[in-house]
Structures are given as C-alpha cells and as structure tokens.
C-alpha cells in the first residue's frame, strides 16, 4: 500500500539532526500519514497544522478555478489560521 512505502521512506528533520531540537514543522510527515489512514484524531495530536494547511491547500486550488469575489480573504485567513496553530503547536511542544 502507498501509504506503507510513505511512511518506510520519511525523511529526517535537518534541524533536528544537526542542532538537536525540533523545528515548527517536525511532525508534519507523521500527521499527513495519520490522515491518509483516516485517524484524524491523531493527525491532529501529532501536528494540528497538517489539516489546516491542506484544508488551506484545497480552498487555494478552487479560488484559482471559481473566483469568488472574498476568496482572496478567506485563503489569506486560513494561512494565517495555519501558520498561527503551527506555531502555537511548536510553542506547546516545549511546556509539555
């Protein structure tokens, strides 16, 4: 099954193996497998931002084909909601 050979083949965190601590985005390979077995839950709980950019990702991609009049704002809205649980997550990560 793909997702098996994706998560066989996940990559290492830079970061973390050269300066020893987790970057904003560790996490997001684990969370992006946990959705694609449907455990959304657990995707969440890895890496909250994962749904929400990929939520982010498919109002981009209808925008480019619909046009609407706001879309502009609600895909600028949903990056920042992204951007904001990412780094509220990565914040999170160093009380817990």
Same mark, same amino acid.
């Given at each position: 099954?793909?997702?098996d050979w994706i998560e066989k083949h996940?990559?290492?965190c830079v970061v973390k193996s050269n300066?020893?601590?987790?970057?904003?985005?560790?996490?997001? $390979?684990?969370?992006?497998?946990?959705?694609?077995? =449907?455990? %959304?839950?657990? !995707? *969440?709980?890895?890496?909250?931002?994962?749904?929400?950019?990929?939520?982010?990702?498919?109002?981009?991609?209808? $925008?480019?084909?619909?046009?609407?009049?706001?879309? =502009?704002? %609600?895909?600028? !809205? *949903?990056?920042?909601?992204?951007?904001?649980?990412?780094?509220?997550?990565?914040?999170?990560?160093?009380?817990?």
């Amino acid at each position: 099954m793909i997702v098996d050979w994706i998560e066989k083949h996940q990559f290492s965190c830079v970061v973390k193996s050269n300066l020893g601590f987790e970057c904003p985005g560790c996490g997001t $390979q684990r969370a992006f497998i946990a959705l694609l077995r =449907g455990d %959304v839950i657990e !995707s *969440l709980s890895i890496h909250p931002g994962v749904l929400l950019f990929l939520i982010t990702f498919l109002v981009v991609i209808i $925008q480019i084909f619909a046009q609407f009049k706001r879309g =502009g704002w %609600v895909v600028l !809205s *949903l990056f920042v909601l992204s951007i904001t649980a990412t780094m509220v997550n990565y914040v999170l990560k160093f009380f817990h």
